[in-house]
């Protein structure tokens, strides 16, 4: 007997959620039932590190590689090209809300992939948590800004220049800043835009 399939759906969504995203997306090959579940999960967690590990075998990697004890830059552009592929794939098949949406990864400049993902997250318009890690300076796109429904911001390694003539943060109550490049003016005008702020942290080094 089939307990697990049985098990009321609030709880099955809980347990996708607690999963990778990988390995929900696999309880699909489980039955009929658990096809299209994962696709459903409101929260998405994407952590570069965890979902693509370049191998470090001694055996793989070039002379150059082991002498300096790290994977070459080619190796590492295709583990992140996986990664954007695996993003695009999930939101592609992802039916219903996004609560909360997590992207860590590093970044250096801009992104074209991440100002797509971003975009995308912003027209959907569900996301309530959003959470940006990027452990550099990833010049985050006006499309940040019309998040209408997010509660709590979390903001890593960003870079935040931008002047926008409307920010959507009316119901943010968090709002957790660490690395950030800005200015004064923007800042404030950022701060000024979050009636509904409760805690606010910023860390810079």
Same mark, same amino acid.
């Not at 299209?36 to 409101?42: G, H, L, M, N, S």
């Not at 793989?60 to 996986?82: A, G, H």
């Given at each position: 007997?089939?307990?697990?399939?049985?098990?009321?759906?609030?709880?099955?969504?809980?347990?996708?959620? #607690?999963?990778?995203? =990988? !390995?929900?997306?696999?309880?699909?090959?489980?039955?009929? !039932?658990?096809?299209?579940?994962?696709? $459903?999960?409101?929260?998405?967690?994407?952590?570069?590190?965890?979902?693509? !590990?370049?191998?470090?075998?001694?055996?793989?990697?070039?002379? #150059?590689? /082991?002498?300096?004890?790290?994977?070459?830059?080619?190796?590492?552009?295709?583990?992140?090209?996986?990664?954007?592929?695996?993003?695009?794939?999930?939101?592609?098949?992802?039916?219903?809300? +996004?609560?909360?949406?997590?992207?860590?990864?590093?970044?250096?400049?801009?992104?074209?992939?991440?100002?797509?993902? +971003?975009?995308?997250?912003? $027209?959907? @318009?569900?996301?309530? +948590?959003?959470?940006?890690?990027? @452990?550099?300076?990833?010049?985050?796109?006006?499309?940040?800004?019309?998040?209408?429904?997010?509660?709590?911001?979390?903001?890593?390694?960003?870079?935040?220049?931008? =002047?926008?003539?409307?920010?959507?943060?009316?119901?943010?109550?968090?709002?957790?800043? /660490?690395?950030?490049?800005?200015?004064?003016?923007?800042?404030?005008?950022?701060?000024?835009?979050?009636? #509904? #702020?409760?805690?606010?942290?910023?860390?810079?080094?």
């Amino acid at each position: 007997m089939d307990r697990i399939s049985k098990l009321p759906p609030g709880i099955i969504e809980t347990v996708l959620c #607690l999963l990778p995203i =990988q !390995e929900a997306a696999r309880t699909s090959i489980l039955s009929k !039932e658990w096809r299209y579940d994962w696709t $459903k999960i409101p929260k998405l967690v994407f952590i570069e590190e965890d979902a693509f !590990e370049v191998s470090t075998d001694g055996d793989d990697l070039s002379v #150059l590689e /082991q002498t300096f004890d790290r994977p070459s830059e080619r190796k590492m552009m295709t583990n992140r090209c996986k990664l954007f592929y695996a993003i695009y794939q999930v939101l592609l098949v992802h039916e219903g809300p +996004i609560n909360e949406f997590t992207l860590c990864m590093p970044v250096d400049g801009s992104c074209v992939e991440i100002d797509h993902i +971003i975009r995308h997250l912003s $027209k959907k @318009n569900t996301v309530k +948590i959003l959470k940006l890690d990027f @452990n550099g300076s990833y010049r985050l796109p006006l499309s940040l800004f019309s998040f209408h429904q997010l509660t709590e911001l979390y903001l890593n390694g960003c870079v935040l220049d931008h =002047q926008p003539s409307s920010i959507g943060f009316g119901s943010l109550t968090t709002l957790n800043m /660490q690395e950030i490049w800005t200015c004064d003016k923007t800042l404030l005008r950022l701060l000024s835009s979050c009636p #509904l #702020l409760k805690r606010l942290t910023i860390v810079s080094s």
